[in-house]
Structure formats: C-alpha cells, structure tokens
C-alpha cells in the first residue's frame, strides 16, 4: 500500500510513519510543514528506509499538495496534520483555524480531484483517514462515555477547529462519495511527544526538579492512550474500516491530571532518585480557561468490528515514557532551550 501521512514528522505522525512502513511494510510519503512541533529526529528509524519518503509542504498549499498526490499516486491518505494544544488555540486560534479548517479543506479537495481520476477499482480501494480528537465532543459529568453518535459540543478554539474539519470531511463524503472514514481518539502519549503536553512536560520537570503546574483542582480526567496502540488502530481503521463511519479509539485508562502527574513523580523517583520526593515540586495553578471536566471513550466499535485493543496499560506505557525521556536527552535537550521551556500557556491574556 502506497499512503500519504500529512504531518508525519508530528508526534503521532511520526509513529504511524514507523509503524506504517517498518511494521506494516508500507510505502509512506510524509508531508509535512515542519512547525514548531514537528521533528525530523523522530523519524531517525525510517530516514534512510526505501519504504519511506519525505515532502516539506504545508496542506494550505494546493499546488504542493495536489503535484505531491500525481507524483506519489497513493493509495490512502492519513490526515493527522494539525495544531493540537489547547493553550496555544486560546492565546492565538489562527493558525488553529488556517491549518486544520483550511487545510483540510485544501487537502479534501485535492484528494478528491485526484480520487475522481482514478480508474474504477483503484476509486474502490482508496480510503481518506481523518484523525480527530475526544474533545469534539464536549465535557462530560462523572458518568458515561462519549460514543460515536455524541453530540459535538466543542468548548476550546482547537476543539471547534477540529469539529470544523470532521464536518468538512463527513460532507465530502456524503456529498462527493470520498471514501472518507474518521477516527477519533483520547489523550495520546509516549516517546517523541513534544514537551507542551502534560505527560513530557511534568517528566522533563521532574526530572530537572522544577516546579510541576496543575491546572485547578487537578481532578480534571482524561483517558490516556499510548501512541503505538493508537497507530496499530489506525492501521485497522485504514484497512479494515468502513467509508463513511467514523471510530473512537480509547485507551480505558481515565485518570485526573493529578494522579497522572504523581504517578511520573514516583517513576522518576524510582528511575533517578533525588534527596527528596518529587511530589513536594506539585502546585496547584490558576484553571485553563473553559476546561473540560472530563474525556472518557467508549471504543466498543473498534473493538468489535476491527479487532483492535490496547497492548500497553497506562501504568507500563507511562513507565516506558518515562524512560525514553531518560535515555534520549540529546533530542529533548534542544527542544527544552531553543524552542519551548516550559511557560505556561493558554490563560487569555491580551
């Protein structure tokens, strides 16, 4: 199989392109724009692979997107391109509006042109994954699950813009006929994760015995979901899903960020003991603006239907998080003092 990964020197981009071709042996074309989140380090495992390829182009831009797909001629695309953290969509939406709005407008388009020239199998076979988030789906209250028929109630300028895109992409669906399946997942986690997120950014401070942030009362909850499980669902979404459904992917694993964040305090305590217990550096912050109270997934579909569970429990994937982030300071190290340090984002302020 020939797929496009757009975004895939993103975090869970990366991942999909590592599994898609070393796992899965797929040829891969990566387009990405290469912003501040994305690295090319992260794909060190494929770079020289024949499976792969690597295209620098922004998904805004028609022209490389559409010239990328007659030269590449896939099979599928994976849309994973996407700004993803909340605080930045409240302190600037954007870019947030431009690349997962417009982008995925642009890039619907071009799949579409090029969809429709293909000779009537390979029109058949083709499938257009768009890679969505929990958060579309609003806050729930300490029961239930969000289900793929969940009413979309997004509360952050990144949740609209996300909610914005999969609309775009059922329409071209029902519209076009675009084979177009979308997936929908909970908190990823694990390597290569750039360190804006709560799981690498309490790990790096923990380990530099810096001050670790939590927002509120810190009871808010999340699912958490190891990436590589997520990749090996979107391999069965791609391959075994149906056009036009869409699927959430969950890791059963809810938890409050303060739990989250003492369970990387008492790993790296474990890991690289220090004179006093990394629990005393947790202090409580002014609340992100509009924050959910919880995220929890019900990803029965993809369970039954594509034969797809979790591999890794939350307490083991954290665990080998963790320990990445141990053993691979040299990539971190840069990112930590020319890119991001750490200030704390997403309070509105004008």
Known sequence: MRVIVTGGAGFIGSAACRQFVLAQGWTVLNLDKLTYAADVRSLDAVADHPGYRFLRADICDRAAVESAFADFAPDAVVHLAAETHVDRSIDGSAEFI????IGTHVLLEAVRRFWSALPSDARGRFRFVHVSTDEVYGSLGEEGRFVETS?????SPYAASKAASDHLARAWHQTYGLPVILSNCSNNYGPCQFPEKLIPLTILNA???????VYGDGLHVRDWLYVDDHVEALSRVLT?????QNYNVGGRSERTNLSVVETICDIVDDL???SEPRRRLISFVEDRPGHDRRYAMDCAKV???LGWACAESFEAGLRKTVRWYL????????????VYAGKRLGLANV
């Open 98 to 101: 431009r690349t997962n709005v």
């Open 151 to 155: 009413p979309y109630d997004p509360r």
């Open 207 to 213: 380990l530099e015995e810096k001050p670790l942030p």
């Open 240 to 244: 075994r899903g149906r056009p036009g």
């Open 272 to 274: 690289l003991p220090a």
């Open 303 to 305: 369970e039954s239907e």
């Open 327 to 338: 053993d691979n300071r040299a990539w971190w190290e840069p990112l930590r003092r020319n």
